[in-house]
Each structure stands twice: as structure tokens, then as C-alpha cells.
């Protein structure tokens, strides 16, 4: 071979004109098409066995007793909540050791920003294919409860947005802490102190009136609370409450002072 | 301004005309130069690949590159030979232009790194010290995604890959995760990966530390054929036959300094002799010997475990020592390498 075709003078580049942040979407897009299968247990099949065992399983005893949730069978009142937890656990999943391999281990960040790319493509990249993906598996989520009728108004497609809103609220700051993390380890205390008890308290499994007034008051201040309830509200239509609107905000709030943060950790770890 | 307008044609007609003659002076430079009539103070001289002056990259308080000021021109190969903390990295971090100098003058292809980042590391390859590849991924993807960063077509990518693959003698892995391969063939495809944009200049930090010499020399070969090809090098090592070998020119760094400049043997010309003496005595203090030989050598230098004598001719030296009663338990007589400029220079040893 000649090597006069490696060096450059006189080749021409041709370009198709994506614009960087695009590209780092791509590239995470292209990265989760070739190792997918290790992630699709937690991302899709975790869900519908909570789906099942929940709805079906402790669903029959609690409408035995009480006749449903809220005046809906427990199936359709856990539903819309495992599929904001399932946000949780993807926005949290893939911005947490993802993060950091980047940073750190395997450091593919840094080969990034040799490109034309800079850290804010980075990162803009990171989160917009965590929405896409979530926006994703959302649908499907929703579809299936389709299929389990457990929608109750054609209103119901908007949980999907609400959905990887909830993602982005959640994902943002993991995303900011993990660029502020060292270690395999602090990240785990990350997960045991922050996710564990938003999962088990943010009003997935049971409505948040039935929690000491207190308990309520610190549970609402949790982002998957307002994503729990934004998704239970659109797809049970319990009637479209202006307060609804707080709980977008509040979501945004959280994606927005996320993002901030992970934008400074991102330039802290990575312009250096 | 219309689209289409008289002002607007006449605009990228003499861009056209500025692009064609800059062509041309190109052509007129090689030429010139060639029959030695013009130099590098020409107009026509094309702009040094990068220029850095009194460059100053801090930590802190601490100056990890404390004022460098150098020039590397096109198809040169310029090595920062320096041991590890000297701020090799650091330089070539900036350089790069993935982080900004504290102070000082720096332009890389002729733009500001601050102004112009993404456009400068459009034309540049960077192999990093430390690997950067997708670990999960294929040989081949991972060549692919690093194109699409740089915005090419696929189809281009997949045609450079096939060519670059080949050149670093992986064609047979191509399919293989690159969790399988050996150091020295990730500092391989590192490099393949950093010349899919066809860069205007390729810059190694440190290409083979930690690598088994068989790699080693493998990669040398590779980075020889680059060289050849001429191709613009950067590269940093803290190994003096590296330096030796691949470098037109290099520096020699050493505390964020710049402690000299030259070509490697013009280096070894200036601060060393031709010939050192090496001599170990068993487990004695060799300080002791080395104020007996003080009228046969240049210089000595006192290492923990030898002596080394600077010298003009090392075999009659050697018999000189010996004929004064003296037997060493080993002695050696080689040229002066880097690594005596660099002990001369700083009183240290690059690698310890
Ligand atoms: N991000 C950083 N923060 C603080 N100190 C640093 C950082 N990076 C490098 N240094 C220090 O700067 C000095 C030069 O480092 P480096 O440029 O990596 O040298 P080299 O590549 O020649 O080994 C070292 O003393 C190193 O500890
Ligand atoms: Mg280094």
C-alpha cells in the first residue's frame, strides 16, 4: 500500500454538516446498539416483572380488602407508577458508572473532546440519548398497559413525555454527582442513600396520603414524586389539576439545576 | 447582502484566486527550498504547525509548564523528550486544545486554540498518553465512531479504516473486541484511530511507555513509515532511543522547562563526548575512584551502582585505568546518548 494516502495535503475532507452535539448523540446511540443485550434485562424486562408480581400479585390482595387505590384497581394505579421508577432506574443507571467510565476508567470522554467536540457536546449528548432512549421504552411501557387496558383516556399518550421528563429530572443531578465522585464505592453510597428510598417512597406502590404528614411533606421534595404523579394523573385521567403544571416545573427545575452542575463538573474533570 | 449579487461573485472569485495562489506558493516554497534559495524567513515560508511562546500552563500556584517558547514547522518530527512530572502532557494538552494555557503565546495551525478549538482539532490526531478506546466495542466500530466525531461519511470511514487497519497490522482483528488486545496493539489502533481525519498534524504522548520491546520496535516501524510519509509529528517520550530515532528535532524538558533544543546528535555534539566509559567497582563507594581518574576524563559522573567517564576515546581511557592498577568488576565503552546530555544537563537520570 501507499502510505501517501494516511498523510493529508491535497485530500479533500468531505462533510456531512451534523452539528457536534449530534454526533455525540449518535455516538451513544451507536455504542448502545452494539451492548444493548447486557442492559435490556434492567431496562424493560425488570419493569413488567414488577408490572406482574405488583399488579397481579399483591394487586388481588389489596383489591380484595379495599376494593382498589384511589377508586381504581391497584393494577392500574402501580402501573403508571413503575413506569416513573423505571426512569428512575434508567436515568440513574446510565448516569452513574457510565459517567464515571467516561471520566475515568475507560476515558472515553477525553478521546471526544479531541474532536471537534467540546465537553458541553459531551454532556448534551449524554443526556439526549438517555431521553431518547427512555422516550423509548416509555412507549413501549405504555403500549402494554394499552394492551392491559389500563389506560383511560387517548390523553394517556402524554405520560410518555412526562416519562423522560421524569428521566432527565433524575439523571441531570446523578450526572452532576457522579462527575464529583472518585470511586466505585461513593457511588454505591450515592445509590443505597438516594435511589433505594425514592423508589420505595415517592408514591409508586402506595398513594403518599397514606404516609405520616411529615413523611410526606420530605417525600414530595423528591423528583420521582412529581414524575409518579404526573404519570398516574395522565393515565388514569383523573382530571386535569392545574397543580399538574407545578409538578412540570418542579421537574424542570431539578433537570435544570442538574444540568448546570453536571455542565461545571464535566468542564472541571474534563478541560482540566 | 443578495445572494447572487456582482459584490458577492467578485468576493469568491478572489477567494478562489487567494486559495489558488496559496497553492502555488506552496509549490514555489518546496521548489525553492529545494535548490536553496529561499529560506525559512521567506514570505513564502508556509506558517510553523505550531508556535508557542513563553507558554505557561499552571496548577494552582504550581507552574506544571513554566515558560516554553517552541517552533514546529511542516513534515518535521519534534519530540519533548523529558522524565515523567516534566509537563510533557500538559503541553500537549494545550497544544491540542483541550485545555487552555494559563499564559503566554500559543497558535496550532496557525489559529488560537481559544478562539478557534474545535476547528484547530478538526485537522489534528491525538494518540494520548493514556487510551481512550471503547473497550466494548470492535476494532472497526471503534474506528468508525471516532470518524463520525469528525463528521465523515461512513462510507469514507469504512475505506480509510480498511487502509489504516492495514498499516497497523491489524487487519486479521478487525472484528475483535478491543478488550482482547494486547497494549501494543491498542497504542496501534490508537494510532489508526487518530489518522481517520487525515490530520495535518499527529501528535503522540508518549507512544510506547509500558510496552515489551518487540512492540515497541513494531510501533517505531509504524511511526518511521508516518515519518517518512511526511506526515507533521509531535511526540513525547521519556525514552532517550525514542527520541533518538524517530526526532528531526527535539527539546529537552525537564521541571516545566526547556534545559535544550537542537537535533539529537547536534545535542550530543553540544553538551557531551563522543564516548563514555562506563565502569562498575563491586560494592565500593565509586566517589572514591572517581577523584583518581579526574585528569583522564571531560567530566565524571558518580551513579549509585557505576562511574561514567566523558571521554574522547573509551579504549584508551580503559587501558589508561588499567595500568594504573585499577579492575573494574565490568566496564563499557559506548557513545553518548540523550540520556547523558539529559544527566549532564539536570544531574538526573530520565527514567529511575
Ligand atoms: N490536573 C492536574 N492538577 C494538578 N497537577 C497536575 C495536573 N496534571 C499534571 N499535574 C502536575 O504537573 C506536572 C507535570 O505533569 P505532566 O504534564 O503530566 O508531566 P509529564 O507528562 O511530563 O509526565 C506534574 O508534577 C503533575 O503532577
Ligand atoms: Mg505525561
Redesign the interface.
Known amino acids: 500500500?501507499t502510505?501517501?494516502?494516511?498523510?493529508?495535503?491535497g485530500?479533500s475532507?468531505?462533510?456531512?454538516?451534523?452539528p457536534?452535539w449530534v454526533?455525540a448523540v449518535?455516538?451513544n446511540a451507536?455504542?448502545y446498539s452494539?451492548?444493548w443485550r447486557s442492559s435490556i434485562v434492567t431496562g424493560l424486562l425488570e419493569p413488567f416483572m414488577y408490572l406482574v408480581a405488583m399488579g397481579v400479585g399483591i394487586g388481588s390482595l389489596v383489591n380484595k380488602g379495599s376494593g382498589g387505590v384511589d377508586g381504581v384497581p391497584y393494577l392500574n394505579f402501580v402501573a403508571p407508577g413503575l413506569l416513573a421508577a423505571t426512569m428512575l432506574q434508567i436515568g440513574v443507571s446510565d448516569s452513574s458508572f457510565s459517567v464515571l467510565g467516561g471520566l475515568k476508567w475507560?476515558?472515553?470522554y477525553?478521546?471526544?473532546?479531541?474532536?471537534?467536540?467540546?465537553y458541553h457536546d459531551v454532556l448534551i449528548g449524554h443526556l439526549a440519548w438517555i431521553a431518547i432512549r427512555c422516550s423509548a421504552v416509555a412507549t413501549a411501557f405504555v403500549a402494554v398497559m394499552g394492551v392491559f387496558g389500563l389506560l383511560a383516556s387517548p390523553l394517556a399518550i402524554l405520560a410518555i413525555p412526562a416519562a423522560a421528563l421524569s428521566a432527565l429530572a433524575i439523571s441531570s443531578p446523578t450526572t452532576a454527582i457522579a462527575t464529583r465522585q472518585d470511586d466505585h464505592l461513593s457511588m454505591t453510597v450515592v445509590f443505597r442513600l438516594g435511589v433505594l428510598p425514592m423508589f420505595l417512597f415517592a408514591g409508586v406502590f402506595f398513594p403518599l396520603s397514606r404516609l405520616p404528614y411529615w413523611l410526606e411533606a420530605i417525600v414530595q421534595i423528591l423528583p420521582l414524586t412529581s414524575g409518579v404523579t404526573l404519570c398516574r394523573a395522565l393515565t388514569l385521567h383523573q382530571g386535569l389539576h392545574p397543580s399538574l403544571f407545578l409538578n412540570i416545573g418542579y421537574m424542570l427545575l431539578w433537570f435544570g439545576v442538574g444540568y448546570y452542575f453536571s455542565l461545571t463538573g464535566f468542564r472541571k474533570r474534563?478541560?482540566? | 447582502m443578495l445572494k447572487g449579487s456582482p459584490e458577492r461573485e467578485l468576493k469568491e472569485f478572489l477567494k478562489a484566486v487567494r486559495l489558488e495562489f496559496e497553492g502555488e506558493g506552496q509549490v514555489l516554497y518546496e521548489l525553492g527550498r529545494k535548490r536553496g534559495v529561499v529560506d525559512s524567513e521567506s514570505k513564502l515560508a508556509p506558517a510553523p504547525i505550531v508556535e508557542c511562546r513563553d507558554l505557561v500552563k499552571r496548577f494552582d500556584s504550581f507552574a506544571a509548564v513554566d515558560g516554553i517558547s517552541v517552533t514546529v514547522n511542516q513534515g518535521e518530527s519534534f519530540g519533548f523528550l523529558g522524565p515523567n512530572g516534566a509537563g510533557k502532557t500538559s503541553t500537549m494538552r494545550m497544544i491540542s486544545c483541550m485545555s487552555p494555557a494559563s499564559e503566554g503565546y500559543l497558535r496550532v495551525l496557525g489559529q488560537d486554540p481559544e478562539t478557534h478549538g474545535p476547528e484547530i482539532r478538526s485537522r489534528l490526531g491525538l494518540v494520548p498518553q493514556e487510551d481512550t478506546l471503547e473497550l466494548e466495542l470492535s476494532l472497526l466500530d471503534n474506528l468508525l465512531i471516532y470518524g463520525r466525531y469528525f463528521d465523515l461519511p461512513k462510507k469514507e470511514i469504512l475505506q480509510r479504516a480498511d487502509r489504516l487497519l492495514d498499516f497497523a497490522q491489524l487487519t486479521d482483528r478487525k472484528h475483535d473486541k478491543v478488550d482482547l488486545l494486547s497494549g501494543g496493539m491498542r497504542r496501534r489502533l490508537t494510532i489508526a484511530r487518530a489518522l481517520i481525519s487525515e490530520p495535518d498534524l499527529l501528535i503522540l504522548d508518549e507512544p510506547t511507555t509500558g510496552l515489551d520491546p518487540q512492540a515497541r520496535h513494531l510501533l517505531w516501524d509504524r511511526l518511521y513509515r508516518l515519518k517518512s510519509d511526511g506526515v507533521t509529528l509531535i511526540i513525547t517520550t521519556h525514552y532517550m532511543d525514542e527520541a533518538e530515532q524517530l526526532c528531526d528535532r527535539l527539546v529537552v524538558m525537564d521541571h516545566g522547562h526547556i534545559v535544550a533544543e537542537g537535533a539529537p546528535r547536534q545535542l550530543i555534539e553540544d553538551h557531551s563526548t563522543p564516548e563514555v566509559l562506563e565502569l562498575r567497582f563491586g560494592n565500593v563507594g565509586h566517589e572514591e575512584y572517581s577523584a583518581g581518574f579526574e585528569d583522564l576524563a571531560e567530566r565524571i559522573e558518580v551513579l549509585p551502582d557505576r562511574l561514567l567517564l566523558y571521554v574522547h576515546d573509551g579504549d584508551e581511557v580503559l587501558s589508561a585505568v588499567h595500568s594504573r592498577g585499577h579492575t573494574p568488576e565490568r566496564s563499557l565503552v559506548r557513545r553518548s546518548t540523550l540520556e547523558d546530555v539529559f544527566l549532564v544537563l539536570t544531574g538526573r537520570t530520565l527514567v529511575d
Do not use: E, Y
Open positions: 500500500m502510505l501517501g494516502t494516511l498523510s493529508t495535503r485530500s475532507q468531505p462533510r456531512i454538516g451534523w457536534t454526533r449518535w455516538h451507536f455504542v452494539k451492548t475507560a476515558r472515553t477525553f478521546a471526544a473532546i479531541a474532536t471537534p467536540l467540546n474534563l478541560v482540566i
